[in-house]
């Protein structure tokens, strides 16, 4: 376990499987370095997960396909409390207790919640005028006699239009209650553990100030409870692009495979995806993000996997072709990624092993959680049991 003098850390994983080496650099490979600094607190958020429908029996797999990815990545459970968000009710007991301090336009102001689920005030509007409008169209046809395949056909063009329309309204009427408060539950699982940092990508910024907000309206009111935990940003590979689109962020939800490297991806796989990866015009292999996005995004993945700084990878390189650069970077690939896959499988046949690891974890992050709750009891003026 971390030394009693060091300071606390906490974040959490998403509850998925089959990672990819944009996670790597981007978060886990963070994770393990920092594990040697802070106390860290990872935990599984799969309690955020449900937030959108999921299948029951795929969602408790990835959960724990998450867990296995990182304990082979080098997350140490010596080192680190590794738990899932679920196991440890205190959780959503803070969350509820955040949400009646916050108010309802701050989180309707969350970018995640406005992308997801905000309905367009005109959209109901633009639907009546659009049916006004089809309908003069097929009338308007109709009076001047056109023929009857193009009535049809003009028939078929609004029915599709409407459908398509009124399938948009229905999917922003599911929008849940989850979603609107997730901010509020992300707050209680940083807060909880009253850390001095937060691990966090700058697509996770507003999260992290939401709950610095929070903290500051509890502490205003009820006294001083909560530390305002600092960002930790990572410098560089915070944001790796996509291999077949250097200027969106890889992603598991591409259109295709070859926009990722899977950490469990074969090296037959690797060396393909690398070979057809997406470059830039011109023959130089140099760091210019503006006017060479795809030879520089995979000059960052080369020098995060490879350990190597990107002016020497652009010194080695100089004078050399892409396809010598890429095969060698897909060497480097596979140098780091086959032992994490060996750990991997050997972590996957010992199942029991990592639901101790998780048991274990789950009482450490009870036991810190119960203290911070013991004082947020007595301070909202709950009656202690």
Known sequence: MAGPNKQIAVSGIQASGNLHIGNYIGAIKQFVELQDKYKMFVFVADLHAITVPQDPEKLQAQTLDAVYTYLACGLDPEKTTIFIQSHVPQHTELGWIL???????????????????????????????????????????????????????????????????????KNRGRTTAGLLNYPTLMAADILLYNPDAVPVGEDQLQHLEFARMVARKFNTRFGETFK???????????????????????????????????????????????????????????????????????????????????????????????????????????????????????????????????????????????LTMHAVRQKVGLLAH
């Not at 309802?104 to 992308?115: I, V």
């Open 99 to 169: 949400n009646t301090i916050t108010p309802l336009g701050e989180l309707e102001r969350m970018t995640q919640f406005k992308d997801k689920a905000k309905i367009d005030k005109n959209s109901l509007f633009d639907l009546e005028q659009l049916i006004r409008l089809e309908n003069a169209k097929y009338k308007a046809i109709e009076r001047s006699e056109g023929s009857i395949k193009e009535i049809k056909e003009i028939k078929i063009d609004i029915t599709t239009t409407l459908s398509e329309i009124l399938e948009e309204l």
């Open 228 to 370: 305002e935990p600092k960002a930790l940003i990572q410098k560089e590979g915070a944001r790796i692009m996509g291999l077949d689109d250097p200027i969106k962020k890889m992603s598991k939800s591409a259109t295709s495979a070859n926009n990722y490297i899977g950490i469990l991806d074969s090296e037959e796989e690797i060396r393909r995806k690398i070979k057809i990866a997406v470059t830039d015009s011109g023959k130089e292999i140099k760091f210019y993000p503006k006017t060479k996005p795809a030879i520089s995004n995979l000059l960052i993945i080369f020098s995060q996997m490879a350990d190597i700084p990107v002016p020497g990878l652009e010194k080695k390189y100089a004078g050399k072709t892409y396809a010598e650069f890429k095969s060698d970077l897909a060497d480097a690939l596979v140098v780091a990624l086959s032992p994490i896959q060996i750990k991997y499988k050997a972590l996957t046949k010992d199942s029991e092993s990592v639901l101790k690891i998780l048991r274990n974890g789950a009482d450490r992050a009870r036991d810190a959680a119960a």
